[in-house]
């Protein structure tokens, strides 16, 4: 049994907010949290007890050390990230909004240590630890650079036997549509399970339908077995093969949005490497819903609470 | 006439926040607070005027001197809290949620100065200084001597003459319902106005049922006068002698509702103690959903706050 | 063409609130920022890019100089300010309610260096710099000579053929709806455009309408040719010579209130400046939206933000 | 014997300063705090198990309650306050410097409630409930009304058989050297035990001296038994009747040093009330010291450690 | 070559501490982290580059969690952490002070989840994953259990074939001078590492001398081979064997002194470790001083700061 | 006359710190303010009145805003900006130090907007609107853009009558020191004020000597008339054409080191600009001494206050 359940790669950056609503402008202080697609959802993975690793291209500095510490600090593995002396550690800063002020990600990544990060620069034997890979889309557009080192790395997994996710995260401030879609649809060959939210659905693939219509219009244009389509205020839906499901979403309070994807995709790829997709999909919901009522990227909650969610138990007062 | 109006006695713990919605395992700070549900109601009888004093076994160090330092500072007497060099201060930990996200109370009471007490550590004259005793389940969960005590206290109360009410205030994670319900019986006999919310009816009692049938039910099975029953979404229904008596819940925007049952019984042990109950459970319900509108355990409002809500005031922005 | 747009004057002070919907009572600490309905409107019309001055007589120690340089930073000229070292700087305290609790300010600002401003202490020449004059009744409400100063100020402009604006703004805590009245009507023969909320219309001058009946009363009976009526849950409604527009009000989610009514006037004037007052409506409506998701009096967001809510934009989150 | 050790009155005001070194200009929050020079003595009584009541004449709003609450909270009645719908509450801001930039006290006083009382506001007797009278020149400085019902309080005092202190507490903010000098003679004849810091004798008597001669001169000049000068940075010194004592000062490394003298002088009327002023100047010493090493004008600390550092203990970490 | 260079275990807490030299008594927030001696010395040793894992007995809460993620944060191992649904997690407070007022440990650790461990819990063979033992005599002083836990380590230790460090760190608010001499002493027979302040040899031991004088005496007394005195505000020193070291005192400006020790052991352990002791003491004396400088418990610095003080680096600003 | 006193342009930078002494590892928030040198010394003129624009590039988004408001907010004039939609603004952390600790700065300002800017970009024109122009060998640090475009300014500068002052502010994380000097060099006929750092001299030049060698030494070798050294721990000295000038370093009480070069240079400006350098060695001395007892880079004290200084005011309590 290989060490780890899932390995997952990208960038993770310094998290800076205003806090309680402010604006850049008008704010003395900054939360400073760390936050990325991928480590998001591998942090939500070791929340229920799977044995996670993620890597990057980290820079050598107290910056780089923070992130690597904070992912520990929450039950991933960092000890395959590659430090350097090259480039920054990417940052972002979100100021939050409330309708109908809308919530504001504002990217300061470029040149970012990972941005540079090339195929030759990892030892791809790394992926025989691990059972599964996941990757987004994000870390493709981060150069070109990264989004051969993705496609190397779906391919290399597959060789090696290790499934393969990997969500679309169109992200419409790093890179066109157009390149976007090209560039995923490289690497659809080597994917087992996909994740598009709706709007990305449309955005970059010009799908606009039923959540379960997108799913099964996906899984032909892309000829992948699983397809999972997330991201409507309704329900979740997902294809497997010929089979079609569905699960409602689950009602929330928001406290912070950012990350709630990401921690949905980690209750599916929890029940895909179970193989019961249904149950991924209600962890996912449950996840994606409890992620939003908790301040940061990350999904500070026990395995307990995340099924108490699955199981619709009270959000009252315990004691 | 005695020097107070209201006396009571229980636990008042240091209580310990994370701010903004945050984890226990993601904060660096934490709002350090006091609270306990008998000082709780005795800090919301004071705000209306009333004349209470609240006491305890406090440890003899600064944690103890900030529990009665802060007691004083909203109106509450503590002169009559035994001073103590065994046992520590209780605390408590609350993470606010957000739904689905409940919230959670973790309790780090035992072995609190408190839960030595015994009925000879008492000098039960000071109750003679007081026209009403005030105790809950709480303090008899805490141990075995505590139950003791409490049921002591009833016993003097009623032998010198004080009318006495009791909140069930039952805590599943502190003792089980049948030595709640066990031992609040031996109580009764000692009680004139009896409060039990909704829930602790149906896991104490068993009795699940309108509020206004619960109430009925619980004063025919305890054979107490006047029996309230708080805890439901819709009204507080009360039955006093053969009167049955309810108010609407006060709708409220929940800040933090811990303290919003104690801030209740406050408002009718107030209308109460002037012979209309009527006007207790107005004064109830405005005075539970103000204090949801408060960080903290305690009610911290005026009186004029209290009557423009009882009067149905606006929420509007008054300047 | 004058150096700036336009010109307001009125009192703006140091605003101390308890964070997280604290009280008074128990707060250590206090968010500190500044707020005076004319500056707000100053700042907001400043986001618009409109060139705005705003005056007022400052104490010239470090309070007044926190003022003055928090306008400069939000964009707004105060080289015409006038220091002095009579009087203090006014204070307003603003505790955050949550239904039923109001939110409440609770002034203290008797004595300030702007209560003493005379007509004589101010170089009327500067108002040939500005092509509008805004007012408010607050101003009038601090002391009989602040009145007589805002009555000579509209006076001089109307001579010096700038146009006038006048939010009636009555404060029931700083004067009498007569004297309100009284000395407001004496201003109205040099205004041409009144902004009047519907409580004010009710308190002030007895008029309880819809929006749009309550604009035609008020033009009729004070000869005002352009009234706007705010503060209707539902729409504002605007007379202008015989039009009669109105505009819907954007829903939000509130974080602080105080100040929309002053953003909304920016958004008005902006359109009425520009001949075109369904645009000043629908911007108006905008921005007092914006304003309620805010931190503080003013409203600190981009012309393109504020543009993005006019044009129906999505409240989600961008990135 | 009376009900209070100690009765004291004057004026506490609200304390507003920028944390962390941070000038007001330049600061989003204010830490919130309490302050005036007899209600310090009073808590620093109190910390030394003296039974003290302080008052004054306060606002009926929530700055008022909360004056009043925080004096509750360390240990100091405040039963014979007597409250007002006239007037403010006074306040002032602190800007902690750090050499060379001075410490600077901004005070906002002015109109508070306490500036109009007058003597007839006073219900005399409750002089009758304490042993002894501590008042100070700042109370007189604030208006005629108040200096007059300052000197009625000493009269009253010695004519109900109290001992009486008064601290000469000189501002030069507040009013002038002569009126300080013309005020404060008047009193003399009425007061056991003044202190007077070093500065205030150059300042107001014109006397520049060691501490010892000091003392003596004001003692001659002023025909008052015992004098003590306080703010010498080498030792504190005292005339009792033909003795001379002196107690070494108490080295410390400063965090906050406003409200040092006022402890000290609680030290000194500690050790006067026992008649033994010679252990009055060390707890004097100690408690100044103590004083500065805390936040906030008050001396939270408990007697313990104000003996421990009286007998010399050691300042190292202890557990 | 085993897996880990060093292994340690003992009791870590989470630290409450009022910010900014507050006392508990006046505070509303505390700062909230986490530490423990043999923990603080575990974090100390991984920024050194040392592969450290620590354990204890940890509550299964988000209490315990919170302490076995800190630490992963910083460096360290918790993989065999034994993790209880008994007892609760210790908690001390700090109240930080300022010459003369000394810096206050109250501990709140009874009852610990650690404090019930007993030797028959832990599975031994874990220690033969480390080349190092390091324990402390706090441990032993938690409970009876703990003490034999401690014994059967380092017996357990030896005859696995590590070496195994001891410091005495006596707490006399945890157990007597009597007790503590006595279990020490029957521990010492496996120890190879001996580390005792200045101040616990004098108390424990009775042996108040020169540094150099009194490791020689403990070395006698005791026969441990290598025995280190720190705690002297001038010079560490040692003796091995025959041979007597030293190493001046680093000198630094304290922000937290908590943990000084704790990261001394560290650097003392790491030359000790490459069998170079001199070097060792070096390192001690620049990471128990940079310790002083940095908030909280623990060291976090990286290799290259700690080198660049053990190489007298400026102190100035790096830019 | 022209509209302003000084120009400066340069970069400047969001500023981030972890409050309290933490370091960036360990911090959950950060202290965000702005800083850069030129803009540091801007600032510093404008608080002793001096009319000051400072421009740059910045990124037309709400960071680049940040800095403008801000310095807006301190009285310098930014309407010079050139707003960019090409490049970021640049960042930069600081960790404050305690001995033996280092303060340590890390820039993260590649890609910035300003290091993309060339000669052409600029309007030179707007010199004509300044008397003085200052700048710093950081600019020339950023890019060779920045490097011409800097010669081009004091080139222009020097054509239309200005008055030229230079900061050699040598920083060696962003250059090497031979081509600073080779830098500097091409600059220095167009410099009548050249302000040298001690450390800069030995690093840059060679050059180790007292401060008044060093000045004469640079004097000679780089042909410019007025020399300022600064950065000694004991004296500022100057030559001026034959004439050598000194003035003692102010003691200061160190809060934050950061800008006070900067403010120092403003003093010397500022004397120079009357013909009275030695006026402004002693401001600069006070000013750089104020800086340190001030949170962030700019200082934010009135013109009085540092009169006081320069006047060797006492450093006590004013009220």
Chains 1, 2, 3, 4, 5, 6 share one sequence.
């Not at 050390?65 to 929450?74: D, F």
């Not at 393969?164 to 169109?170: C, K, L, Q």
């Not at 899984?219 to 389509?229: A, E, I, P």
């Amino acid at each position: 049994m290989p060490q780890f359940d899932v390995m997952t790669f990208g960038e993770t950056m310094l998290r800076l907010s205003p806090p309680s609503h402010g604006r850049i402008e008008n704010t003395d202080t900054l939360d400073c949290r760390t936050g990325g697609s991928e480590s998001n959802t591998a942090v939500a993975l070791a929340r229920l007890g799977r044995r996670v690793t993620w890597w990057s291209r980290l820079p050598n500095n107290s910056l780089g050390r923070k992130v690597s510490g904070q992912l520990n600090r929450w039950g991933v593995d960092t000890s395959k990230v590659i430090w350097s002396d090259e480039g920054r550690l990417g940052l972002y800063f979100v100021e939050f909004g409330s309708p109908p002020r809308p919530t504001i990600v504002t990217y300061d990544r470029t040149n970012s240590a990972v941005s540079y990060l090339k195929p030759d620069d990892v030892d791809w034997a790394i992926l025989s630890d691990a059972a599964h890979l996941h990757v987004t889309g994000i870390t493709c557009a981060l150069s070109p650079n990264c989004a051969e080192t993705v496609l190397h790395a779906v391919k290399e997994a597959k060789s090696r036997g290790l499934s393969v996710s990997f969500d679309v995260n169109y992200r419409s401030k790093l890179w066109s549509a157009k390149r976007c879609r090209d560039t995923i649809s490289r690497m659809m060959p080597y994917v087992d399970l996909l994740f598009c939210p709706m709007g990305d659905a449309d955005n970059v693939f010009g799908i606009k339908d039923s959540p379960g219509l997108v799913a099964r219009r996906l899984q032909g244009q892309l000829r992948v077995d699983t397809v999972v389509v997330t991201g409507s205020s309704d329900h979740v839906a997902a294809v497997q093969g010929r089979d079609l499901l569905r699960s409602d979403i689950v009602r929330c309070r928001e406290v912070d949005r950012v990350g709630a994807g990401d921690a949905g995709d980690a209750g599916i790829i929890h029940g895909f490497l179970d193989g019961d997709l249904q149950k991924g999909l209600k962890y996912g919901s449950a996840m994606a819903a409890l992620k939003q009522t908790i301040p940061g990227d990350e999904l500070i909650v026990s395995k307990a609470e995340i099924e108490a969610v699955v199981n619709g138990g009270s959000s009252g007062i315990q004691r």
